[in-house]
Structures are given as C-alpha cells and as structure tokens.
C-alpha cells in the first residue's frame, strides 16, 4: 500500500502531503518517515456523525546514558506511550482527541518518566480539537492543538528518531487557541492564535506555508511569536522560549528508498522581567538534517545531525538586576548532535535502536552535563518497542 510523509506543518492542519513509503488511513496522529499507523483502524458506524475511528499506541522505552544530572539516572526503563485516539473524518464537524501517558525524550535534557511528565505538562489529554470542514479546502479547528512548527512531532512514534533533537527544544509542542487552515492543490495555508507553550494566556501567532514544488520535493515556513510579555514558568511553559519569536525554513526531498529533510531555525527570546530580574533576551541559530533510509518494506535506519548556536543580549553595565538569557547551556553556549536510528516495523509491531551523541562548547560551568553540570558531552543508547494499533 502506498504510504503519504506528513511534514510537520502539513499534519498540523491534517493534510497529508504525497511522498514516502506505505499510507497511513488517518492524519492524525501524523507519523514519521519510518513507522506507519495501522492500515485497518477500528471503526463504528454512528450515523449522523458519520464513522468514528479507534486507534493508538503502546510502547516501551529503555535507555543508557553518560553524565547523567542529579535529576536523571544512567540507565533506566519507562513506558514512552500508553494512548488512545478517537476521530471522525468525514462531514462537516469532526473531532479528535488524545487521551493517556507519555513521556517526551529529548537530547541533551534528563529523561522524566511518563507519569511524572504528563501530569507536570499536557495532562492524561494533549490533543482535543472541534474541526469544522465547510469546504474541502477550508476547516477550521480549535481545542488543544499540535504545533505548527518545526520538523519534528510531540511523541517518540511520530518521529525518524526515537529521541527528539536540540532544535525541538526552542519550539511548542501543544497549545490551546483556534487554528485556520486552507489547502488546495500545491499550496497549504494555516495560522493560529493560540497560547503559545501553553501559558494559558492567548498572546502568541503562529503560521505555516507550505508548496508542493514536485511529486519529491516540498518547501515549508512556519513560525510565531508571543505578542505580549508572559511571566508564567512551569514544566509545559518555559520563561525565556514561551516570551520569543521563531522562524523555520525546511525542505523535504523524497527519492526511492531516500528521504532528505534539511530544515534552518532562528529564535529571539525578548527581554522579560520575572522573580525581580529583569533579562536581556538572546538569540539562537541552529541547523539541521533529518534523513531516513528504507532497505525493505520492514528495514529503515533514520539518522539526524544538528548544531545550535545562542547568544545574549547582554545586560547594561549600570542595572543591577539584570540577568543574561540562557537559551541552551548558558549564554553563549552551542551544541552539536549526531542520532542514528534502525528501525523495524512489521504489521502493528515496530521495534528500534538509537545511539546519539551531544557535544558542546562555551557551556557555562554548572549548566552543562554530569551532576556538577561541567562535562561537555553526552552519549545515550535507546531502544523502544511496542505496537500502533
């Protein structure tokens, strides 16, 4: 069966953007290049409303890793997904929710265990969204909604890396708000305004383009920004990125068994003032390639290289309460990360390795890795296994 790639930006909107593998019957939750969602969903016929469709995910994670923090462990075993997800895709109204535990693995960060870190974020319900559908082209969706931006989805399933990478920690995962979006032949369209890292305050516009260029080649621009201050810091809302503005620029190349997704990111974090500090604000540039090669109809090796770079405004000689931003690990600092991920997939099951790699330079001593945050680099070894049903 012939599968459609979901870029980022286009399975935000639920639309599927041709290109990739074997097709997945259901947008959402959009999957990556390497695993694909059940061919036959359960489904059950409730007329007026048109069938209402049953799937989800169960998986496994178990992970080694050098300098680890005080908040963390060197080794340890977790279940990454434990969801469910119920949609209609038909008619004028539909809706999709998302409903269990997950955890969110991400490179150079401590691991939290999936009960702690959805309780602490997006609750045992991440996503939950109305979607009126007046037009083929035109819907509209509002509830808690995926990103528009960025390269990489939420959850482990959904990406060519177990472990999602550096840039993915500059961006949103969900936010609450209302979503347009607009589709038609090689040209999708959608904008946001919606909460930003799920502050609960709806300053933040976000938005996304995305051109068909070619049955292989797609080019995507997406990005928001807070349109007000927010001093609001929890584990879901970080200070410095929910007060930003970013920008990404991705292409994806597709080519027999070859999938390319090189993407550019450019974040600046405003000056704020929170817990008496008043900071600078900062900047940070970054790269990346996404990249997935498929040796059978069960075989594929996803791989991703990233550099990030930040830096800080700066504070005024004369202020006294005036802090520098730190984006990354300290003002200044910047990162390198190489993953490599062998994936096999047959029917429902699916079951892959990972090693990945975290150097650093500039860090600042006590905000890099180890307990005493002064190692500059990070090994971690992952595997994850389960079923999407």
């Known amino acids: 069966m012939r599968r459609t790639t979901c870029l980022a930006v286009g399975c935000a909107a639920g639309i599927l953007i041709a290109g990739g593998a074997a097709a997945d019957p259901l947008s959402q939750p959009s999957m990556g290049a390497t695993l694909s969602g059940d061919s036959s969903p359960f489904k059950v016929q409730a007329s007026p409303i048109g069938d209402i469709y049953f799937s989800g995910v169960v998986s496994g994670l178990g992970m080694v890793q050098?300098?680890?923090?005080?908040?963390d462990r060197s080794n340890l075993a977790d279940i990454s997904n434990g969801q469910v997800f119920v949609q209609?895709?038909?008619?004028?109204?539909?809706?999709?929710?998302?409903?269990?535990?997950?955890?969110?693995?991400?490179?150079?960060?401590?691991?939290?265990?999936?009960?702690?870190?959805?309780?602490?974020?997006?609750?045992?319900?991440?996503?939950?969204?109305v979607k009126l559908q007046p037009t083929a082209e035109f819907s509209v969706q509002i509830g808690k909604l995926p990103t528009l931006i960025g390269a990489e989805a939420a959850?482990?399933?959904q990406n060519v890396n177990i472990v999602r990478g550096l840039l993915w920690n500059q961006e949103p995962v969900f936010?609450?708000?209302?979503?347009?979006?607009?589709?038609?032949?090689?040209?999708?369209?959608?904008?946001?305004?919606?909460?930003?890292?799920?502050?609960?305050?709806?300053?933040?516009?976000?938005?996304?383009v995305s051109y068909t260029l070619s049955p292989k080649d797609t080019l995507a621009v997406?990005?928001?920004?807070?349109?007000?201050?927010?001093?609001?810091?929890?584990?879901?809302?970080?200070?410095?990125?929910?007060?930003?503005?970013?920008?990404?620029?991705?292409?994806?190349?597709?080519q027999g068994p070859w999938m390319f997704e090189p993407y550019f990111q450019y974040t600046h974090a405003n000056?704020?003032?929170?817990?008496?500090?008043q900071y600078a604000g900062g900047d940070t540039y970054s790269g990346a390639?996404?990249?997935?090669?498929?040796?059978?109809a069960h075989w594929s090796l996803g791989g991703r290289v990233e550099y990030i770079a930040s830096s800080s405004t700066g504070c005024a000689l004369e202020s006294e309460t005036c802090a520098e931003t730190n984006l990354l690990y300290g003002p200044g600092s910047k990162a390198v990360s190489v993953t490599l991920t062998p994936t096999w997939q047959k029917g429902v099951f699916f079951a892959r390795a990972e090693v990945s790699y975290v150097d650093l330079t500039d860090a600042t001593s006590g905000a890099a890795f180890g307990q005493y945050g002064t190692a500059t680099s990070q090994w971690r070894g992952a595997i994850e296994t389960g079923v999407v049903f």
């Open 88 to 129: 209609t895709t038909s008619g004028p109204i539909r809706f999709f929710l998302d409903a269990g535990v997950y955890s969110l693995p991400t490179l150079g960060a401590p691991y939290v265990h999936a009960t702690t870190l959805t309780g602490q974020t997006y609750s045992g319900v991440p996503m939950a969204y």
């Open 222 to 254: 997406s990005g928001g920004g807070a349109l007000s201050k927010c001093d609001r810091s929890t584990a879901a809302t970080p200070l410095f990125q929910n007060n930003s503005w970013i920008v990404d620029l991705m292409w994806t190349h597709t």
């Open 289 to 296: 390639v996404l990249a997935k090669y498929s040796f059978n």
């Open 66 to 71: 050098t300098e680890h923090s005080d908040f």
């Open 271 to 277: 000056s704020v003032s929170a817990g008496g500090a």
């Open 175 to 208: 936010s609450d708000g209302v979503q347009v979006n607009y589709a038609k032949g090689p040209l999708t369209i959608s904008a946001s305004l919606n909460d930003g890292f799920y502050s609960n305050r709806y300053n933040w516009l976000s938005g996304s």
């Open 155 to 157: 959850f482990t399933f």
